[in-house]
């Protein structure tokens, strides 16, 4: 079954405006982390948010920040005042805390294309 | 501090060849990552060692993958014989714990002919 789904295949965004990307998960392990990659047209993979299921606040970082909503499953990546760098696969990823090795497991991932 | 390295950076090779893959982890990350990434999907974990040791491997097809880390430094990924499923994006990835951020390569691009 699928772990983690990212309903949206792509979405365009105009620059400086905020975009929403979608994530749900499934895991009935109640030690979790989600973690949200961006991957350029370069291929690299580059780690930008993390919420562990017990953080009490939603995680920032930077313009990123996680919509964390334990009851419903998901784990919503905000990206305020887009850029036109911001252009990138995201994908969303989740850990269970049964799994010691902390295996990821990766969503299909959404493209965005920020617009001047 | 030096990210990932690996090489080479992209390959063709025809099927039913082989070739193998090289990962360099950041200095002093224990844990040790090889991801396949087909085109259009997010990337699946095939190995995953700790230190020199194998933790999971349980999605990797033993038949033709193949992978080692000597010394728990860098590590080789092999394919023999290549099949044409097998073009991908190969991912390393290391990170200082199993609980903490993978911080990944920029991955080698193969492509079978």
């Known amino acids: 079954a699928q772990k983690i789904t990212q309903t949206q295949p792509g979405m365009f965004v105009q620059e400086k405006e905020a975009v929403t990307l979608d994530c749900t998960y499934d895991t009935s392990d109640p030690s979790y982390g989600l973690f949200w990659y961006k991957q350029p047209s370069s291929g690299e993979m580059i780690f930008l948010i993390y919420q562990g299921s017990y953080d009490q606040q939603n995680a920032t970082e930077g313009r990123y920040s996680l919509n964390f909503q334990k009851a419903r499953k998901s784990a919503n990546l905000v990206i305020s005042a887009s850029q036109l760098g911001d252009s990138a696969m995201y994908f969303c990823a989740m850990r269970e805390g049964t799994d010691s090795w902390g295996k990821l497991q990766f969503g299909a991932g959404t493209q965005v294309v920020v617009t001047p | 501090e030096a990210g990932v390295a690996q090489s080479p950076r992209y390959k063709i090779i025809e099927k039913r060849q082989s070739v193998a893959f090289w990962c360099n982890p950041i200095?002093?990350?224990?844990?040790l990552y090889w991801y396949q990434q087909i085109l259009g999907q997010g990337p699946k974990l095939l190995i995953q060692f700790q230190n020199n040791g194998v933790v999971d491997d349980s999605q990797l097809p033993k038949d033709r993958f193949s992978a080692e880390r000597l010394k728990g430094v860098d590590s080789t990924l092999k394919i023999q014989p290549a099949k044409l499923e097998d073009s991908a994006v190969y991912l390393c990835?290391?990170?200082?714990?199993?609980?903490?951020?993978?911080?990944f390569g920029d991955g080698t691009r193969l492509s079978i002919l």
């Open positions: 990835a290391s990170s200082s714990g199993t609980v903490q951020p993978q911080h």
């Open positions: 200095s002093g990350h224990a844990t």
